[in-house]
């Protein structure tokens, strides 16, 4: 699965300790410790099943980002294609032994955890295309046979997440690895054959969509067509957020989530929450933590040398950027209900699971930095 000398590195462990970054460090476990002060908000202010769980995950999760953050980049350059491999067979075996909730087979029964493999192939992704950009030349990306191997790669997992079915990780899936192809030089006329093809298709497409995804898109047209019904969460999440005003209600006192206005608020709805108990000032605090963090990432793909890092670094950043914002935009009303959380605040542990890799190969391009990859 690697070569030898992928794992081991010259730098002793005081050396890496003293190469994390510093700021990328303590901004996630920050964000992670208002993440628990969150949960035990939607708990009602218990130290309840979710707060627990919560907890707990991040403590695990976040173990595991360090420990993978001290791990060669050149372990991740020669594993990404198995990895990318593995998680697209996880998402065939969803289909046969997958366990579903609320009309989805997303999830499978690994006993220590339920895992949702789309969210782990965002990273995935992200790691196959680029070590495959990483290995032929600027002068090749744009030729249409080095274009087919991307297309496909990117093609597969939406198909199998979309059949599960999960449009919204399917969309982040596909923003991830888009922003790859991007990144790594492919031709804007490309993208614009490939949106074409895509509009030309979206007929067919919606012919395809269960009867609450098609609710959910006219619900975001007019939220006012079924307020009781589809429109009732989005309705709610704003009145919540808006009922917060400048410096919110205060912490365990949001009248929306005490009184179960918000049936996911502890799950893609936890923005809402937040912004209910601490105000319009909360809510920056956290886009600045997301902020921070995505400029963290950006700068160690700058230090870095080699240009599987970079791209890497540059792709994941701008994913990860995406996710917040698709999750706050939909919060607040502004593109349909997709079922998106938002990154390290939601409960859910693939989600958090994933997030924590990423970052934690982001660490690893940063203490790194000056190894050769390949």
């Known amino acids: 699965m690697f070569r030898p000398g992928s794992i081991q590195s010259h730098l002793s462990f005081r050396d890496k300790i003293l190469s994390l970054d510093l700021v990328l460090f303590f901004s996630v476990l920050i964000l992670g410790i208002i993440s628990f002060f969150a949960m035990y908000s939607t708990d009602a202010g218990k130290f309840d099943y979710h707060t627990k769980s919560h907890i707990i995950r991040f403590i695990v999760f976040f173990t595991l980002f360090i420990i993978i953050s001290f791990l ?23 289909k046969f032994f997958g366990l579903s909730s609320s009309g989805s087979q997303r999830w499978l029964n690994l006993y220590f955890i339920n895992l949702q493999p789309s969210e782990l192939m965002k990273i995935a992704l ?9 290995r032929i030349s600027s002068s090749d990306v744009n030729r249409l046979k080095y274009l087919l191997s ?14 599960q079915p999960d449009l919204g990780t399917a969309f982040l899936i596909a923003a991830g690895g888009v922003i790859v192809i991007w990144l790594a030089g492919v031709k ?12 030309s ?33 989005i309705t709610q999440s704003k009145i919540a957020i808006g009922s917060g005003g400048f410096f919110g209600k205060g912490f365990l006192n949001g009248s929306q989530s005490y009184l179960d206005y918000l049936p996911e608020k502890h799950t893609d709805f936890i923005f809402t929450l937040f912004s209910e108990e601490f105000g319009f000032f909360g809510s920056i605090l956290i886009l600045a933590l997301y902020v921070i963090i995505t400029w963290r990432i950006v700068q160690i793909g700058n230090l870095t040398r080699d240009a599987f890092a970079k791209l890497y670094c540059f792709s994941f950043a701008t994913a990860f950027f995406i996710y917040v914002v698709v999750n706050m935009c939909m919060v ?9 959380p938002l990154p390290i605040l939601s409960y859910g542990g693939s989600s958090m699971l994933a997030i924590m890799i990423g970052l934690g190969i982001v660490m690893s391009c940063k203490i790194h930095k000056d190894e050769p990859i390949g």
């Open 72 to 94: 060669k980049i050149n372990y991740w350059y020669n594993s990404s294609t198995y990895f990318y491999l593995l998680i697209l067979i996880l998402l065939v075996l969803v």
């Open 150 to 163: 991307p297309l496909v790669a990117l093609i597969f997992p939406i198909i199998l997440v979309i059949t």
């Open 332 to 340: 607040l009303g502004l593109i349909p209900i997709v079922g998106a």
């Open 126 to 134: 992200i790691l196959f295309l680029s070590k495959y950009y990483h």
């Open 188 to 199: 804007m006329k490309f993208f614009a054959y490939l949106s074409v093809v895509f509009l």
């Open 201 to 233: 298709l979206a007929p067919v497409a919606i012919s395809f969509l269960k009867p609450y995804q098609k609710s959910r898109i006219l619900t975001f047209l007019d939220p006012s067509r079924d307020p009781l019904g589809a429109g009732y969460q």
